[in-house]
């Protein structure tokens, strides 16, 4: 039987410019040691995690960081009728400058709606500022899961889900959504030159938003992943194809947990040529 060539990438990772738990630089060395070759770097609204990598990149042009290639790339928090939808947008080159002008409104937005969840938790009596959550986030986009480690360190909740299950998921209502629309956010990533793609796509509504979003510009669908095997990911792979969407790769990896490697995602190069082909 021939051999299928495979290739080992990451379009979904997050640095601790956003949640995750690594610098962005520590994030090159473990994609290498991963043996990763395409990688994109999507922080929660920011990009400055990109920028470093790709400053490190540059710097070390001749060692072995060199066989790794680095997708600018960013993920996006949106709405759709009140579900929380995040859009992931790659760019063949450089970022555009309408990009960083709203991500800079959306770092602004993400901490003022952290500020109204702390408001809304003293409220129910959890004792807790913004200098503790803020004490969680080293880098510039706070969000839910800096608050999360906040109410684990104050003795709110005992590990982050529980958090998020008592106090932050999306229909407790504590911590607002984004303001930022679905619709909106994708025909300006199209806009922009970029490719819009719907992450960790849900199952039970992957239908109905990539329906919505397909017409306004959204090109791609994050098809293979850590937790989409199966009938998932052959549902995912079908839809993708009857509407004509690039199938990609990512792993939503942050690196907490008990092993906090990064592995990236294997597949056949096939599988994803025209999210490759799109990039060029
Ligand atoms: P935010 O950007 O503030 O809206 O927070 C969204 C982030 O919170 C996601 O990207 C995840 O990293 C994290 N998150 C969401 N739900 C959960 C959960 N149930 N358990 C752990 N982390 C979660
Ligand atoms: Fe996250
Ligand atoms: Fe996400
Ligand atoms: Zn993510």
Known sequence: MKKIPSIQVDFHVHSNVS??????????ELALRASIRILAITDHDAIEGFDRARARLLEKADSALAPLRLVPGVELSTSLEGEEVHILAYFAEAVPPELRAFVADAERARL????????????????LTVAD??????????????L??????????????????RFLSTKRGLVPPSRNGAE?????????????????PPLASVDRICRR????????????????????QLYLETLADELALVRTAGSDWHGHGKTPNLEGVSLAVERIRPFLERLE
Do not use: C, M, Q
């Open 19 to 28: 949640d995750g738990h690594f610098a962005p630089e520590g994030v090159l």
């Open 112 to 127: 003022e709606r952290i500020e109204e969840g702390v408001r809304n938790l003293n409220r129910l009596g959890v004792r």
């Open 133 to 146: 959550v803020a004490r969680h986030s080293p880098g510039r986009s706070i969000g839910r899961s800096h």
């Open 148 to 165: 999360a480690r906040a109410l684990i360190e104050t003795g709110s909740a005992y590990t982050v889900s529980d958090a998020f299950e």
């Open 184 to 200: 909106e956010v994708t025909a300006l990533v199209r806009k922009w030159g970029g490719l819009a793609v719907l992450a960790h």
């Open 213 to 232: 979003l397909g017409p306004l510009g959204l090109e791609g669908l994050e098809v293979y992943g850590k937790r989409r095997r199966g009938v998932d």
